[in-house]
């Protein structure tokens, strides 16, 4: 049966190749689909421990099958990220506030300077006390490398980054951002929510992402903000390249193919401490 093969950022890099379509025996699971792969192309065999998959624009694990047609999307590590569609309307039958519930969009560079004071003013209604805006912004100072980036990282270290460069997978990455904005509400009763993200180059000091969380309450709206960032970085397959003057390395690292554990986010959505004063890629 054929199936067909989606690859971004350094995978696409090395195959040379955003598509690939495959033959593979009838029953293949994903994992067979990987092997042929790299029959094809050996370069990206020692990307297989940071790779995650989707099977027709869902997560899938690697022992789920394939079926004649199938899309499977190679997932490299993660950094950057957007629901379920443009815009959640209130339900035109309940006589609450109006205006959107939930703004979840990808939008091409360059994101306007006004947008998070724009988006609070679409989502504030009289019954919040509270709105948080987040922006994240190019800086000149570098990430943690993707897996597999190490030595061209090493090649560029004291460098400043000129620009980000962003890759999405959209299908993908607006359900999962819907995702987000469920779990959002689920833990911090925050309805009125916006990630809006940002593809193709941002240069130095601009804005790349912004989240805006409103709430009756403050405690809820910093909550719902910071897990909002935390799981879009994590989770959602948007890709992210520092680019310098002579080159560009992708920064990221392996998605999380759900979201964080029950319960209200703890520090880093759970993740484990950093060292102190290392604080890399929280806002990009």
């Known amino acids: 049966m054929r199936i067909r093969v989606r690859l971004f950022a350094r995978q696409r890099e090395l195959a040379g190749a955003r598509e690939v379509v495959l033959d593979v025996p009838p029953g293949a699971t994903i994992e067979t689909a990987w092997g042929a792969l790299v029959a094809l192309h050996p370069a990206l065999a020692d990307g297989r421990p940071y790779v995650r998959f989707a099977r027709n624009g869902e997560y899938a694990a690697p022992d789920a099958s394939l079926a004649e047609g199938d899309e499977l999307a190679c997932i490299p590590p993660v950094s950057g990220g957007s629901g379920e569609d443009g815009g959640d309307e209130a339900d035109p039958a309940d006589p609450g506030p109006a205006g959107p519930r939930r703004i979840i969009e990808l939008v091409p560079a360059p994101l306007p300077p006004s947008l998070g004071r724009e988006l609070a003013d679409r989502l504030a209604t009289p019954a919040d006390g509270a709105v948080v805006v987040f ?150």
Do not use: N, Q
């Open 135 to 284: 922006e994240g912004r190019t800086r000149e100072t570098p990430g943690v490398p993707a897996p597999g980036e190490e030595a061209e990282a090493r090649r560029h270290a004291g460098r400043r980054v000129e620009a980000l460069e962003y890759e999405a997978f959209e299908p993908l990455a607006l359900r999962v951002l819907g995702e987000i904005a469920d779990a959002a509400a689920a833990r911090f009763g925050v309805e009125r929510l916006a990630i809006v993200h940002a593809t193709g180059d941002v240069p130095l000091g601009a804005v790349s992402v912004v989240i805006v969380a409103c709430a009756p309450h403050r405690d809820a709206a910093f909550d719902a903000a910071r897990f909002a960032m935390d799981a879009t970085k994590a989770r959602a397959p948007i890709w992210k390249a520092e680019r310098f003057a002579d080159g560009h390395v992708w920064i990221g690292r392996p998605a999380a193919t759900e979201l964080p554990g029950d319960g209200a986010a703890g520090p880093r959505d759970g993740r484990p401490p950093r060292p102190p004063g290392d604080d890399r890629a929280d806002s990009r």
